[in-house]
């Protein structure tokens, strides 16, 4: 009588390992984030970037519409991890009094 053992695949043997634990970045993506805030902070910071904004109209469009709001939220939930709860309130005006 022979008895079967299903054996866990091991990394080295063919199978592919369990990659990269969720929520960890990819190395070349941090290292990528470090040199540019390296490279800011070597610009003059926070500082620089106000004077640059300030500096021209077209320049604080560029800031409000592509730089803010890669700071934003990818997605938004609502208390605890749920789902967002909306209202709605409506309010009637009488034009005629």
Known sequence: MEIKTEQKPRVGDGTPGPGRPKGL?????VAAKEAIAMAADRLGG???LVEWAQSDPANERVFWGTIYPKLLPLQVSGEGGGPL??????KFVNAGT
Do not use: G
């Open 85 to 90: 709860a909306v209202s709605l309130a409506v």
């Open 25 to 29: 970045q990819n190395k070349t993506t």
């Open 46 to 48: 926070a500082d620089r």
